[in-house]
């Protein structure tokens, strides 16, 4: 029946030769990497190859190397960069060194060579060539003479890549790139056509060169000048992402334990990329512990960021406009808290009110009110001067407002009421000295006989409420237009653009702003990680008084677990100034974008950083950094993501939408 279903027959039918079914002889083994990495399959054709990376998924490739002859005449630190960080490409260096005494025999022939050439083109009077193979012959002299006293060496060296897409026309769209890329550095590249596989396999991490006449000789200080100089890497334990090298984010970790302190500079001309790369650092902070950032604004830049992350904006003036005039009491003392015997079990918190120092700091401020009046001549205070307004401080904090080192003292229990009309007692900060309240001792001690003081008197007048710099006089009063509490917002920003920058007004602002925030904020929270930021810190290296509150807070900012970021354009204006030098020596961390030629020198003599670094200071685009941190130096690219651009953005010209 079946033979009849298929048509056929006894008669009809041919014997088939049974297929004889036997075991295969397999071992039990493990996937070697080699077996893991095999391909589906692959089909090489003239100029590009087609891989079968999965069920129904193909990738096309193509292979090409360094001409021979196609190598730049010379050569910079990291000059294959453009290989090396290229996108889904593989790239291979193979390198075969000469031996020393067959290197000297072969530049001695090539120097025999290179005379006589040289010596019939002086003949024939062929200036240009004579001139050309004169060169040549120097340098391979000096080559010659290096290996001889094994200061160099030779090698023979070929370099290959290969690279990837999804489709021909993407293929032919990324060597076309490539190839644009690397004759920024005279590079030329040559396809390996007809030789795909080849190439290919030379790409593999086999250790071979199968691409036949692709290599040409390089001494090794261009050898070693191919590989990249700069880490993609910083070596910190955690951190937060501050850019982009190539396909790999760089980690920054601002409190790592391998760094000498926690300070930062940020220096790089308008353009450059400066501002978006510090607002990076205040945003992704918080994703590495830095639970409070207070900012000295002086254009203002830094409102939106501020709005964004929840923080709160203070603008100080000088001018009385209701509901947004604020004050900071320079004499407000708070309570000081150090940590003892940290890191161990028995770390604990001393807490007191530190009296003498802060009259230390009152009379710094009374000695810059004097500065700022006299500009230019010797301001500093008189021994008569400082003798009473010591006992005027002391006898202030002490017998008239009641203030010891107990931390209560600086508080008062105040009678309040809640919705419900019920009484509670609240504690509250007491009224601290003001300016008046000094005024008027001096005044007092005048009237008592006490003589010296008419000039005090009269500058210390100036700054009291009503004349014309009385801006900080009176009780602290914040007004910031935010429902946020000041004690518990993340970033507290002061805007001081409205003060002149001509006169008295802005400086004095920042130095009563710097010694409050480091009382108020730092020296009160001593535990917890900070920074605070200093904008456009040029503009403060004329008032001694400013560059000497960073070279306290920079010197001692490890202690209290605080970062102090300095913003600035010109690093050389740091470099001429003694003070300001030793606040940069301070800076463990110090990021350079884009500067100018007369910076570059300085730079280079301060960092100790090689020519070809400050040649990508120099050149760089807007957003490329060179960062130190400790003994590290990375390259990236700061790459803002488009939700953080909003509120990142610099440049009134760039839409952010």
């Not at 512990?289 to 100080?316: K, Q, W």
């Amino acid at each position: 029946m079946l033979a009849k279903l298929f048509g056929s027959s006894k008669n009809k039918q041919k014997k088939s030769k049974e297929v004889e079914w036997e075991p295969e002889a397999r071992e039990l083994t493990i996937p070697s990497m080699v077996d893991n990495a095999l391909n589906d399959g692959i089909t090489f054709s003239e100029d590009h190859l087609k891989i079968q990376t999965g069920l129904g998924k193909i990738q096309y490739a193509r292979s090409f190397y360094v001409k021979p002859s196609g190598y730049p005449r010379t050569v910079r630190i990291n000059w294959l960069e453009a290989l090396f960080s290229g996108d889904d490409m593989d790239c291979a260096v193979h390198i075969d060194p000469f031996p020393r005494t067959e290197a000297i025999r072969r530049l001695k022939d090539k120097i025999d060579k290179l005379e006589a050439i040289f010596y019939s083109a002086q003949k024939n009077e062929n200036n240009a060539r004579a001139e050309d193979t004169w060169q040549k012959l120097q340098d391979t002299k000096n080559l010659r003479n290096q290996i001889r006293n094994n200061q160099n060496g030779l090698y023979y060296v070929s370099i290959q890549a290969t690279v990837y897409a999804d489709s021909l026309n993407e293929l032919n769209a990324r060597c076309a790139d490539v190839e644009s890329s690397v004759g920024g550095e005279s590079i030329e590249l040559i396809t390996a056509y007809g030789r795909q596989k080849e190439g290919w396999l030379s790409c593999l991490a086999l250790g071979r060169n199968f691409l036949k006449k692709s290599s040409r000789n390089l001494d090794q200080l261009s050898l070693t000048a191919m590989f990249p100089h700069t880490s993609s890497k910083l070596s910190h334990t955690g951190g937060m992402p501050i850019g982009r090298y190539g396909q790999e984010y760089v980690y920054f970790n601002n409190f790592d334990r391998k760094l000498n302190n926690y300070n930062v500079g940020v220096f790089g001309e308008s353009g450059g990329g400066k501002g978006v790369f510090v607002k990076q650092l205040i945003g992704r902070g918080f994703m590495d512990g830095i639970s409070r950032v207070v900012i000295f604004d002086v254009e203002p830049e830094y409102r939106e960021i501020t709005h964004a992350l929840g923080g709160v904006v203070i603008e100080i003036r000088a001018d009385e406009i209701k509901g947004f005039t604020s004050r900071i009491n320079p004499l407000d003392i708070y309570v000081e808290r150090e940590i003892m015997e940290r890191n161990t079990p028995k770390e604990y918190i001393v807490e007191r009110v530190n009296i003498p120092e802060k009259v230390k700091e009152a009379l710094e401020f009374f000695k810059i009110m004097k500065e700022s009046t006299k500009p230019g001549t010797d301001a500093n205070l008189t021994p008569t001067e400082l003798g009473s307004l010591d006992e005027i401080m002391n006898e202030l904090y002490k017998k008239d407002c009641g203030i010891t080192e107990d931390i209560d003292s600086i508080y008062v229990n105040a009678e309040t009421f809640d919705q419900d009309g019920n009484i509670q007692w609240e504690k509250q900060y007491k009224n601290m000295p003001t300016i008046s309240d000094v005024y008027r001792k001096i005044n007092e001690r005048i009237n008592n006989g006490h003589t010296g003081l008419d000039e005090l008197k009269t500058i210390i007048g100036l700054f009291t409420a009503g004349r014309a710099f009385g801006l900080f006089d009176g009780q602290t009063s914040l007004e910031t237009n935010s429902d946020v509490n000041l004690e518990t917002a993340p970033i507290v920003t002061f805007d001081i653009s409205k003060l002149s920058q001509n006169g008295i007004e802005r400086p004095l602002a920042q130095h009563v702003l710097m010694t409050w925030t480091w009382n108020r904020f730092i020296k009160n929270d001593p535990k917890p990680k900070k920074r605070v930021v200093q904008d456009e810190a040029w503009m403060t290296l004329n008032y001694p008084s400013m560059v000497e509150f960073f070279k306290t807070i920079s010197a001692r900012g490890r202690k209290w677990n605080v970062s102090l970021t300095l913003v600035s354009q010109r690093y050389e204006m740091f470099h001429r100034s003694e003070a300001a030098s030793d606040v940069i020596a301070q800076l463990a961390t110090v990021a350079f974008l884009k500067q100018s030629d007369q910076d570059i020198e300085h730079i280079l003599e301060t960092f100790r950083f090689s020519d070809e670094v400050g040649q990508m200071i120099r050149t760089a685009e807007p957003g490329d950094v060179i960062l130190k941190a400790g003994k590290e130096i990375v390259s990236f690219r700061s790459e803002p993501t488009p939700d953080e651009w909003v509120y990142l953005n610099t440049n009134q010209n760039v839409s952010v939408v």
